[in-house]
């Protein structure tokens, strides 16, 4: 294994410094748009207040769509 003089490291140390600070940047200016939540004006026919609902959805989490039942 090589010897890596003083200078040497710290030259290292302050590239991957440099490289680190530039990704953080780089990725806080790739932001998406801001999305806003509409509320639901007209609710559904079979909307009740104070009696729960149960929906049949899929999860959004990942691309796997599993199947999940959303009381309302």
């Known amino acids: 294994m090589p010897k890596i003089s003083r200078r040497d490291l710290l ?3 302050g590239a991957g410094g440099i490289g ?12 998406r748009d801001v999305e806003f939540l509409i509320p639901q004006v007209i609710p ?10 149960w929906y049949n959805t899929i999860c959004n989490q ?3 769509g599993c199947g999940i ?3 309302i």
Do not use: F, K
């Open 20 to 31: 680190a600070v530039g990704g953080v940047l780089y990725g806080e200016s790739v932001q």
């Open 62 to 64: 990942c691309s796997a």
């Open 44 to 53: 559904p026919e079979d909307y009740s207040p104070g009696i729960a609902t």
């Open 11 to 13: 030259q290292y140390i």
């Open 69 to 71: 039942s959303v009381r």
